[in-house]
């Protein structure tokens, strides 16, 4: 029953892993587990091991030590022929003295590398004499003393492409296989991994990393495993079904698989949620790492956030590791120590998610109609009319807050079309301010787009800085772009050299709009990466994809989706007052996103003005209750017309199972009554600004459900006429009354 306090069984947002003032009673983390089962590491620098403090926890909490910086090549070899061992060898006498084995890092990088080496002109020869020597060097010193090495660091680009690193053009791939059998043959004890970050799950460059140690054991090159970095961001969703199946795949070579530099970083203070949001994550991959025997090592980079990487990269950010800035254990530290209690007790059962291969189809592709004739690329608005624009929905810089911008700072839609074998697009952008001239390339106002060919396929990412034609990619593809009217519209021709033609074919894809307006000031980042689908901003290490169709006669899209789109998130509530009622402070940690295409125009869903009609929306749940608050602001509100679609109002689609739900709430009025089960209630401010609504659902309970979902903002601004504007977060049709089209929800645990 749905009452003050409901409903029956519905738990406040979990916070029970409470920050600790101090270390439990349990042992110690390095206690827990044979150091067979799973060592516990962490990275550090020589200075950090001088603090009495730090020294203390270090030996007492973890088995495994990774220098942070004092093996690479700038501190090891400052002088060609010259090396330098003291704070390296302060490392590895510590943790030899309190019975930690020693995880170098790393023998091959592309950063931190001496001024000689950067800025000298060698030979290919001399390269290969260079990298020899030094790996030999340095792995001979510590023969018998480190038990793993980090060989090779970050070979390869964001989209599974080579990095081009000295390494790399200076000598080629096979600086790679070089270099492990060099490492074997100083230490042949020595177990020797490759080592990378963005690498976890199984995107485009996790997947060339496989690729890679693969084929290096094909070679018979001696590599023993694969390590994982996990530099991640709370509050994320943990893709952990990927990361299994990445784990399974390294275990079926017979190769390890290690986490080596863990962090969750935090934006802005540590609260109480976001500190419970990064314990999940941690435990999580705990899980993991106890559940596969391929994953025995689990490394944090950094003791204590007194001494984290994390506030000088990325700025706003901090909190990452297991211990606070005091040495206090975080609740993250808790979750990851119970669950370590769980294996040594015989009592850990948890299996990993069944990764998704196929699903129903939840995000409509995007279309490309064949052109009537090949586009010149000349600002010929009339060669589009046959074409469907569409918006640039949501900001996804802002991680879960991702509204649109103002449309006075920036707004844009795209539409596209096909030719035999040739991609076509239009970009029609307004920016009260365009920044061209700023280092690096993407903090510049441009255009992006995203292509990928088959499932396993390489991607491509292209960018056009305004101004500017694409810049070029290592893609089997012709590329050209053209901008007009000041940057106001930018056209595009992409033609696969690969295909003879794009009728009937389903392709992975993404475009996006980039806008800054702060070059030259101290945060001179971009302020928006507005895209048409939810995401992470992850488009450049081809993850988050949806899916662009090129009909022809006869030809349909296939029913099994290409591309598996970044989905919306309702993440726990707990939610203070009447049901219905709204708190603002109640919604601070929620996915906010914005209402923007505009299914009523099937040529152009791109929104009104937003002087005119512009709304957002968040969820989130309780127990077995969806809530929800839309924000509205419209110049002109009617709510009389004959027709109770036609008013102003909002709408709700729900399927659970195989019950499907329309709700609909006219402005200033509850829901209409419908034979749904369970209770509900919408609430309405007196201007009609703000809509909170409480809806029961035919479950046990929400968490970790997915449903069937839409939600829609209505506008009429003359009721002697209909609606001219039908708001979705999603392309479409304006089918989801038919139980079509939807989109849908995760409830986030």
Same mark, same amino acid.
């Given at each position: 029953?749905?009452?003050?306090?409901?409903?029956?069984?519905?738990?406040?947002?979990?916070?029970?892993?409470?920050?600790?003032?101090?270390?439990?009673?349990?042992?110690?983390?390095?206690?827990?587990?044979?150091?067979?089962?799973?060592?516990?590491?962490?990275?550090?620098?020589?200075?950090?091991?001088?603090?009495?403090?730090?020294?203390?926890?270090?030996?007492?909490?973890?088995?495994?030590?990774?220098?942070?910086?004092?093996?690479?090549?700038?501190?090891?070899?400052?002088?060609?022929?010259?090396?330098?061992?003291?704070?390296?060898?302060?490392?590895?006498?510590?943790?030899?003295?309190?019975?930690?084995?020693?995880?170098?890092?790393?023998?091959?990088?592309?950063?931190?590398?001496?001024?000689?080496?950067?800025?000298?002109?060698?030979?290919?020869?001399?390269?290969?004499?260079?990298?020899?020597?030094?790996?030999?060097?340095?792995?001979?010193?510590?023969?018998?003393?480190?038990?793993?090495?980090?060989?090779?660091?970050?070979?390869?680009?964001?989209?599974?492409?080579?990095?081009?690193?000295?390494?790399?053009?200076?000598?080629?791939?096979?600086?790679?296989?070089?270099?492990?059998?060099?490492?074997?043959?100083?230490?042949?004890?020595?177990?020797?991994?490759?080592?990378?970050?963005?690498?976890?799950?199984?995107?485009?460059?996790?997947?060339?990393?496989?690729?890679?140690?693969?084929?290096?054991?094909?070679?018979?090159?001696?590599?023993?495993?694969?390590?994982?970095?996990?530099?991640?961001?709370?509050?994320?969703?943990?893709?952990? %079904?990927?990361? &299994?199946?990445?784990? !399974?795949?390294?275990?079926? @070579?017979? $190769?390890? =698989?290690?986490?080596?530099? +863990?962090?969750?970083?935090?934006?802005?203070?540590?609260?109480?949620?976001?500190? %419970?949001?990064? &314990?999940?994550?941690? !435990?999580?991959?705990?899980? @993991?790492? $106890?559940? =596969?025997?391929?994953?025995? +090592?689990?490394?944090?980079?950094?003791?204590?956030?007194?001494?984290?990487?994390?506030?000088?990269?990325?700025?706003?950010?901090?909190?990452?590791?297991? @211990?606070?800035?005091? =040495?206090?254990?975080?609740?993250?530290?808790?979750?990851?120590?119970?669950?370590?209690?769980?294996?040594?007790?015989?009592?850990?059962?948890?299996?990993?998610?069944?990764?998704?291969?196929?699903?129903?189809? =939840?995000?409509?592709?995007?279309?490309?109609?064949?052109?009537?004739?090949?586009?010149?690329?000349?600002?010929?608005?009339?060669?589009?009319?046959?074409?469907?624009?569409?918006?640039?929905?949501?900001?996804?810089?802002?991680?879960?807050?991702?509204?649109?911008?103002?449309?006075?700072?920036?707004?844009?839609?795209?539409?596209?079309?096909?030719?035999?074998?040739?991609?076509?697009?239009?970009?029609?952008?307004?920016?009260?301010?365009?920044?061209?001239?700023?280092?690096?390339?993407?903090?510049?106002?441009?255009?992006?787009?995203?292509?990928?060919?088959?499932?396993?396929?390489?991607?491509?990412?292209?960018?056009?800085?305004?101004?500017?034609?694409?810049?070029?990619?290592?893609?089997?593809?012709?590329?050209?772009?053209?901008?007009?009217?000041?940057?106001?519209?930018?056209?595009?021709?992409?033609?696969?050299?690969?295909?003879?033609?794009?009728?009937?074919?389903?392709?992975?894809?993404?475009?996006?709009?980039?806008?800054?307006?702060?070059?030259?000031?101290?945060?001179?980042?971009?302020?928006?990466?507005?895209?048409?689908?939810?995401?992470?901003?992850?488009?450049?290490?081809?993850?988050?994809?949806?899916?662009?169709?090129?009909?022809?006669?006869?030809?349909?899209?296939?029913?099994?989706?290409?591309?598996?789109?970044?989905?919306?998130?309702?993440?726990?509530?707990?939610?203070?007052?009447?049901?219905?009622?709204?708190?603002?402070?109640?919604?601070?940690?929620?996915?906010?996103?914005?209402?923007?295409?505009?299914?009523?125009?099937?040529?152009?869903?791109?929104?009104?003005?937003?002087?005119?009609?512009?709304?957002?929306?968040?969820?989130?749940?309780?127990?077995?209750?969806?809530?929800?608050?839309?924000?509205?602001?419209?110049?002109?509100?009617?709510?009389?017309?004959?027709?109770?679609?036609?008013?102003?109002?909002?709408?709700?689609?729900?399927?659970?199972?195989?019950?499907?739900?329309?709700?609909?709430?006219?402005?200033?009025?509850?829901?209409?009554?419908?034979?749904?089960?369970?209770?509900?209630?919408?609430?309405?401010?007196?201007?009609?600004?703000?809509?909170?609504?409480?809806?029961?659902?035919?479950?046990?309970?929400?968490?970790?459900?997915?449903?069937?979902?839409?939600?829609?903002?209505?506008?009429?601004?003359?009721?002697?006429?209909?609606?001219?504007?039908?708001?979705?977060?999603?392309?479409?049709?304006?089918?989801?009354?038919?139980?079509?089209?939807?989109?849908?929800?995760?409830?986030?645990?």
């Amino acid at each position: 029953m749905l009452n003050k306090h409901f409903p029956k069984g519905a738990k406040p947002l979990l916070l029970a892993l409470a920050v600790s003032s101090s270390f439990a009673q349990a042992d110690p983390l390095r206690e827990i587990l044979d150091e067979n089962t799973l060592l516990i590491g962490s990275a550090m620098m020589t200075d950090h091991i001088a603090e009495k403090k730090f020294a203390e926890v270090l030996k007492t909490e973890f088995n495994l030590l990774t220098p942070e910086n004092e093996m690479k090549w700038s501190y090891i070899q400052p002088q060609r022929g010259v090396y330098d061992f003291s704070k390296a060898d302060k490392l590895v006498e510590f943790a030899e003295k309190n019975g930690m084995e020693v995880r170098g890092h790393a023998l091959v990088w592309h950063i931190q590398n001496p001024e000689w080496l950067e800025e000298g002109e060698f030979t290919r020869e001399e390269l290969l004499e260079i990298l020899e020597e030094h790996i030999k060097t340095v792995a001979g010193h510590y023969k018998g003393r480190i038990k793993y090495w980090d060989v090779v660091n970050e070979a390869l680009d964001d989209a599974g492409g080579w990095r081009e690193t000295i390494w790399y053009k200076g000598i080629g791939e096979e600086y790679i296989a070089k270099a492990f059998q060099w490492a074997h043959e100083a230490d042949p004890d020595a177990l020797l991994y490759y080592n990378d970050y963005s690498t976890e799950g199984t995107t485009p460059k996790a997947n060339a990393a496989y690729r890679l140690v693969k084929q290096l054991q094909e070679q018979g090159v001696p590599i023993h495993g694969a390590g994982t970095q996990l530099h991640l961001i709370s509050g994320d969703i943990l893709r952990t %079904a990927n990361i &299994a199946a990445n784990i !399974e795949r390294h275990e079926e @070579l017979g $190769l390890e =698989y290690h986490f080596t530099e +863990v962090d969750i970083r935090i934006q802005g203070d540590a609260t109480d949620r976001a500190l %419970a949001e990064q &314990a999940t994550m941690y !435990e999580e991959l705990m899980k @993991l790492a $106890l559940h =596969y025997d391929a994953v025995n +090592v689990f490394t944090t980079w950094g003791l204590t956030d007194k001494y984290s990487w994390i506030p000088h990269w990325f700025k706003g950010w901090d909190h990452g590791l297991l @211990l606070d800035k005091q =040495y206090q254990p975080k609740p993250a530290y808790h979750a990851v120590q119970a669950q370590m209690e769980l294996k040594r007790d015989d009592k850990f059962e948890w299996q990993p998610p069944v990764r998704i291969a196929t699903e129903n189809r =939840y995000l409509q592709a995007f279309v490309s109609p064949e052109a009537p004739q090949r586009p010149s690329l000349n600002n010929d608005a009339s060669l589009w009319q046959d074409a469907t624009y569409y918006p640039f929905a949501f900001n996804q810089l802002e991680g879960r807050d991702q509204r649109l911008p103002s449309d006075q700072e920036i707004s844009g839609k795209f539409a596209v079309m096909y030719k035999g074998n040739t991609l076509y697009g239009r970009v029609e952008r307004e920016d009260n301010i365009t920044i061209n001239n700023v280092e690096p390339d993407y903090e510049n106002d441009s255009v992006e787009v995203f292509l990928r060919a088959g499932k396993d396929q390489p991607f491509v990412q292209y960018r056009a800085i305004v101004g500017q034609d694409f810049a070029p990619q290592g893609y089997d593809a012709t590329a050209k772009g053209v901008w007009h009217d000041d940057g106001k519209v930018f056209e595009f021709a992409i033609t696969p050299n690969f295909v003879d033609t794009l009728a009937g074919k389903t392709w992975g894809f993404n475009i996006a709009l980039s806008d800054n307006d702060k070059a030259g000031t101290e945060h001179g980042q971009r302020s928006s990466q507005l895209y048409p689908v939810t995401g992470t901003n992850s488009g450049y290490l081809g993850e988050d994809f949806a899916e662009i169709f090129f009909p022809g006669q006869n030809l349909e899209i296939s029913a099994i989706p290409f591309e598996i789109p970044y989905t919306f998130k309702a993440v726990e509530v707990q939610v203070s007052g009447e049901p219905g009622s709204y708190k603002p402070m109640d919604w601070l940690n929620t996915y906010h996103y914005s209402f923007a295409f505009n299914q009523l125009n099937r040529r152009d869903m791109s929104p009104p003005a937003q002087s005119d009609i512009y709304g957002s929306w968040q969820v989130g749940y309780q127990g077995n209750v969806l809530y929800g608050v839309v924000h509205r602001h419209d110049d002109v509100t009617v709510t009389n017309h004959e027709h109770d679609w036609e008013n102003d109002n909002v709408e709700l689609f729900l399927k659970v199972g195989e019950q499907f739900v329309q709700l609909r709430s006219i402005v200033g009025q509850d829901w209409q009554d419908n034979s749904f089960p369970g209770e509900r209630v919408a609430k309405w401010s007196d201007d009609g600004s703000v809509m909170s609504f409480a809806v029961e659902l035919p479950v046990e309970t929400l968490a970790g459900e997915r449903i069937g979902f839409n939600i829609a903002l209505s506008d009429n601004d003359d009721a002697s006429e209909g609606r001219k504007a039908q708001l979705y977060p999603v392309p479409g049709t304006n089918s989801s009354y038919l139980g079509e089209e939807l989109t849908v929800l995760d409830f986030v645990r």
